[in-house]
C-alpha cells in the first residue's frame, strides 16, 4: 500500500521563526491534505491541493502539491504560541477509493 | 455546531465486554468513515460508506469490527470482546463526495484494560 513519509518527526523553534515540514510518496495521489491535531482533539483541515504545482495559502500556511504528485510541503511563516500541535500531510487517490493515507506527523513545539 | 460529532468522547471498557460508538456527520456529506489513530501515528482508515452502502473496508478492519450506517446518516461502529489491542483513538469524518476533503470529528478514546 501507500507510504507517506513526513519530516521532520518534530521541531523546536522560537516562536516568530518559519517553519517548513514535508510530505513524500511512493506513489502517486491526486489530492494533497494538510491537517493539525491538537491534544485530544480531533484533525482540522488546514489546506487542501488539487492540481500538481499548486500553491495556495491560508493566512500565515502555505501548501505546494509537487509535481510529480509524489510531495507536498506546507510552510508556516512568523510562529505564534497556538500554532503548537502536530502537523499530518494525508493524501487522497479520489475515484472510487477516496479514504485518506496519512504521514506520521510532524510534532511543532514553540519556544517562547 | 454543524461538525461532525462523536460519541461518547471516552469509553473505558473491560477486556472481552462489546462496545459501541455513534458518529453524526455533516448533514450534507454523503460519505463518511472511520479511522483508528494510535499514539504517535496518523490516522488510519478502516471503512468507509457512500450513503448507506458500506464501499471499503480495510484489513484493519477484523471481524470483531462492523460499522453501519443504517439511513444514511449517522453510523455506529461496534467492537465485540473487546481487546487491549483495541485501545486507540476512533476517529469519523465525513465528506461531501467524490475528491471532497475529510471533516474529521473529535473522535471516541477507547480504553480495555
Known amino acids: 500500500g501507500q507510504q507517506l513519509n513526513q519530516s521532520p518527526q518534530s521541531m523546536f523553534i522560537q516562536e516568530g521563526e518559519d517553519v517548513s515540514m514535508n510530505c513524500t510518496s511512493s506513489?502517486?495521489?491526486?489530492?494533497w491534505l494538510w491537517y493539525k491535531q491538537d491534544p485530544g482533539e480531533g484533525p482540522v483541515l488546514l489546506i487542501a491541493l488539487y492540481k500538481a504545482g499548486e500553491l495556495t495559502s491560508n493566512g500565515r500556511l502555505t501548501a505546494q502539491f509537487g509535481i510529480t504528485r509524489k510531495d507536498s510541503f506546507l510552510n508556516i511563516s512568523a510562529s505564534i504560541p497556538s500554532d503548537v500541535g502536530i502537523y499530518f500531510c494525508a493524501g487522497q487517490l479520489g475515484g472510487g477509493a477516496d479514504g485518506l493515507t496519512f504521514g506520521k506527523g510532524t510534532h511543532l513545539i514553540i519556544q517562547p | 455546531d454543524t461538525g461532525v460529532s462523536q460519541n461518547p468522547r471516552h469509553k473505558i471498557t473491560k477486556r472481552g465486554q462489546n462496545v459501541t460508538f455513534r458518529c453524526d456527520p455533516i448533514s450534507e456529506h454523503n460519505r463518511l468513515y472511520w479511522y483508528r489513530q494510535t499514539l504517535g501515528q496518523g490516522p488510519e482508515f478502516l471503512t468507509y460508506f457512500q450513503n448507506e452502502a458500506q464501499l471499503e473496508k480495510s484489513r484493519l478492519l477484523s471481524d470483531r469490527f462492523s460499522a453501519e450506517r443504517p439511513k444514511g446518516s449517522f453510523s455506529t461502529l461496534e467492537i465485540q470482546r473487546t481487546e487491549q489491542g483495541d485501545s486507540a483513538m476512533y476517529l469519523c469524518a465525513s465528506s461531501a463526495g467524490n475528491n471532497s476533503p475529510l471533516h474529521f470529528g473529535n473522535g471516541t478514546r477507547l480504553t480495555v484494560t
Open positions: 506513489s502517486i495521489f491526486n489530492t
